[in-house]
């Protein structure tokens, strides 16, 4: 989950007092005033123009997961705030944000709906998982659905304090991250003086952001991206054992090319990005620290997983 920037323009079905959005609004104010019961119609975030400006503003990925669309699935117009009725809560969603251009994200149907997953957990192997995901026929389930947790009391959406994180609003590296060094790529909420970060905890239950085909995923980036950390490694020490400066070049060299790679990897575009920025991240730090304290650090490591 990375944060994305928002153009404040949204596209013509949702823009202006005339358009589609605009009119299916007050169609759905006079229903609803009339009867909080009724039947709302809500088609104008549908629309073709709206999906495209998401898949745009998105990079053909989900603003949760950041899986990437196109071979197996289009993805969905996803309302951030649930524009249908909170049954748990008996009470009506925020059918008036169904078509604001600020409340839409572009969404898998994994994170958005609710399904039956596996969560790995912490201290679990994938090997553990694979059989926990084989041999349960009746998966508990978790996605969104028509959650939307917020602390306190629901208010109207300015006075509310939502925990789900809208990545157009707020950078959920912040919130939440992927700690390249425990062999399996699981979303880890930020530790804070008072616990786990709040905002990152409910986002990553709420989107399933550790089910487990996800973090089998996400994994295997991590461990394609092994092979560059150990050519960083290498180039590195050999770089300090170099005997001549055309030695110490061509090691320095190697050494760039193997971040460059990884940097590549977390452009914003790519499936899986924020696996790839933490990583990177990591290894900035440990260089940092290695040039500053003058002695050599173990590197970040990288455990192999058996899932591949």
Not at 48 to 58: M, P, T, W
Not at 148 to 177: C, M, N, Q, W
Not at 181 to 187: R, T, V
Request: hydrophobic share 35%; net charge positive.
């Amino acid at each position: 989950m990375i944060f994305v920037s928002r153009p404040k323009k949204g596209p013509e079905s949702l823009r202006g007092s005339t358009s589609h959005g605009a009119i299916e609004f007050n169609s759905n104010k006079a229903l609803f005033n009339a009867n909080p019961l009724s039947r709302l119609v809500f088609t104008a975030y549908r629309r073709a123009d709206v999906k495209q400006a998401l898949y745009i503003v998105f990079d053909e990925k989900c603003a949760y997961c950041e899986t990437r669309f196109g071979a197996s699935g289009d993805g969905a117009v996803e309302h951030y705030r649930p524009k249908g009725r909170f049954i748990a809560e008996n009470r009506p969603g925020y059918w008036w944000l169904a078509a604001r251009w600020d409340n839409l994200l572009l969404s898998c149907q994994h994170c958005n709906e609710s399904r039956g997953q596996i969560i790995v957990t912490p201290g679990m192997t994938m090997e553990e998982a694979t059989r926990l995901h084989r041999d349960t026929l009746k998966k508990p389930t978790h996605g969104k659905g028509n959650q939307f947790p917020i602390k306190g009391v629901r208010r109207r959406p300015k006075k509310e304090d939502a925990l789900l994180i809208d990545p157009t609003r707020s950078d959920p590296r912040k919130h939440l991250y992927f700690p390249p060094d425990q062999g399996i790529s699981l979303a880890v909420p930020r530790e804070t003086p008072t616990g786990p970060d709040v905002y990152g905890l409910a986002t990553i239950n709420v989107s399933a952001l550790n089910r487990f085909r996800l973090v089998r995923e996400r994994t295997g980036v991590l461990m394609d991206l092994r092979k560059h950390v150990l050519e960083l490694e290498s180039s590195l020490d050999a770089a300090e054992a170099a005997q001549d400066q055309a030695a110490k070049h061509a090691a320095n060299t190697r050494s760039t090319t193997a971040l460059a790679a990884i940097a590549a990897r977390a452009a914003k575009n790519r499936p899986y990005s924020a696996v790839a920025q933490d990583l990177y991240l990591r290894l900035i730090e440990w260089m940092r620290a290695e040039r500053r304290d003058g002695v050599r650090l173990p590197v970040p490591s990288l455990i192999a997983s058996n899932l591949l």
